[in-house]
């Protein structure tokens, strides 16, 4: 079956670099239209979608934060790594990666992690 | 970017009773590319509508989606005591995904 899960640092200083790993296993990022993708959540707040990567490795990101925020995949260990640059106390959020479905949604999400970003 | 605006913000019913959620957007979206979610609390967003009428694996036929252009319905026919959520809209249009705020369906 079908899971993914993220993984990282609970607490992060400000200016500092966050590093995600997402792990999964049911699927792989090699068959072709196979996409996996990160989405944050601020607490109490609506989700955001982050960043994208396909199985032939196209990355996109959201426009506003694309500066900061880099997605990779790991093929041969089922894992995409998103990194985000700079990180300030408004990044305060849990992070989900999920596998993009058949038309533009995400039919399989991880747990999230909740990351902190505080001195 | 497409703008998503979801409709009302809170609705509070009771159990057995249907609910209307409607979700709006700044511009033409293909209905290929309109999902809606459920999220409970402490959970992961689950995946309820895609391509605007189409019920995901297990999701039971009490919810139904429709629309299309900028305007989109999610129905909940007989609210189950385990439906009081949040519920967003999602779109994807040229290579972006957007979020709506979310609709919080409590119990009356």
């Known amino acids: 079956q079908v899971t993914l899960k993220e993984s990282g640092p609970a607490l992060v200083k400000p200016t500092q670099t966050l590093t995600l790993t997402c792990a999964f296993s049911?699927?792989?990022?090699?068959?072709?239209?196979?996409?996996v993708g990160w989405i944050r959540q601020p607490p109490g707040k609506a989700l955001e979608w982050l960043a994208l990567?396909?199985?032939?490795?196209?990355?996109y990101y959201n426009t506003s934060l694309k500066t900061r925020l880099t997605i990779s995949k790991d093929t041969s260990k089922n894992q995409v790594v998103l990194t985000m640059t700079n990180m300030d106390p408004v990044d305060t959020a849990t992070y989900y990666c999920a596998r993009e479905g058949l038309a533009g949604d995400f039919d399989f999400w991880g747990q999230g992690t909740l990351v902190t970003v505080s001195s | 970017e497409i703008v998503l605006t979801q409709s009302p913000g809170t609705l509070s019913l009771s159990p057995g009773e249907s609910a209307t959620l409607s979700c709006r957007a700044s511009?033409?979206?293909?209905?290929?590319?309109l999902a809606w979610y459920q999220q409970k609390p402490g959970q992961a967003p689950r995946l309820l509508i895609y391509?605007?009428?189409s019920r995901a694996i297990g999701i039971p036929d009490r919810f139904s989606g429709s629309g299309s252009g900028t305007d989109f319905t999610l129905t909940i026919s007989r609210l189950e005591p385990e439906d009081f959520a949040v519920y967003y809209c999602q779109q994807y249009d040229n290579s972006r995904f957007t979020f709506g705020p979310g609709t919080k369906v409590d119990i009356k």
């Open positions: 511009q033409i979206v293909s209905s290929r590319y």
């Open positions: 049911g699927f792989s990022l090699t068959t072709s239209g196979v996409c």
């Open positions: 990567i396909d199985w032939d490795d196209n990355k």
């Open positions: 391509a605007a009428s």
